[in-house]
């Protein structure tokens, strides 16, 4: 969100824009910066968690392989990946 107007800004935009830096915001055109703040390191605690209670659990089932365990690994954090540019914050400059 712009610190600025308040515009929302879109995925693309927002992953354009990078996890650190200055960003333009494209409703207003001022410049910004960006810093990661805490959410970063607490969306990945929170995704390490559910992966490993998610890991824990489907171990239990005798039909679940390995290949199946890594999968759901890779699924979750490929997912935590996706919303890191939704960690990003914006301050005026
Ligand atoms: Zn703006």
Known sequence: MCPYCGARFLYGQVKRMGGRGTGRCPHCGKVFRITSGRGRAALFCAAAAALVCLNLLLMQA?????TFLLGVTAAGVAGAWLLLPYTARYRKK
């Open 62 to 66: 005798p039909a679940v392989g390995m």
